[in-house]
Nanobody
C-alpha cells in the first residue's frame, strides 16, 4: 500500500503564494509521472500540473505561468509552487500518478483564496 500525504494548503489573499507538498510512503512502484489535481466544491476533479520522471513539466492552461511543479525522487515528494493565486484556484488539491491515478487518493490539502 502507498499513502499519499498532501500538505501546505491554507487561506491566502488573491495575488499571494503557497507551496504544496505531497509525500508518498509505502510500496512505491516507480518514480514515474506524477500530477497535481484539484477539486472545487460542486465540480469534478481536474488536472493541474504533471511532471515526468525526468522532471519535464506540463500545466493546465488555467495555471500556466503561475504554478510550478517539481519533484525530489530521493524524498518521494512532489511540490507545487503556486504564485499569483486567484479566487478560482480555491479547491482541495491532491497528488497522484499521472495520467491514471494508480494509488489511493490522499486526504488532499485545502487551498482557499480570498478576493
Amino acid at each position: 500500500q502507498v499513502q499519499l500525504v498532501e500538505s501546505g494548503g491554507g487561506l491566502v489573499q488573491a495575488g499571494g503564494s503557497l507551496r504544496l507538498s505531497c509525500t508518498a510512503s509505502g510500496r512505491i512502484v516507480s518514480n514515474g509521472p506524477m500530477g497535481w489535481f484539484r477539486q472545487a466544491p460542486g465540480k469534478q476533479r481536474e488536472w493541474v500540473a504533471r511532471i515526468g520522471s525526468g522532471g519535464n513539466p506540463n500545466y493546465a492552461d488555467s495555471v500556466k505561468g503561475r504554478f510550478t511543479i517539481s519533484r525530489d525522487n530521493g524524498k518521494n515528494t512532489v511540490y507545487l509552487q503556486m504564485n499569483s493565486l486567484k479566487p478560482e484556484d480555491t479547491a482541495v488539491y491532491y497528488c497522484n500518478t499521472f495520467p491514471l491515478a494508480f494509488y489511493s487518493w490522499g486526504q488532499g490539502t485545502q487551498v482557499t483564496v480570498s478576493s
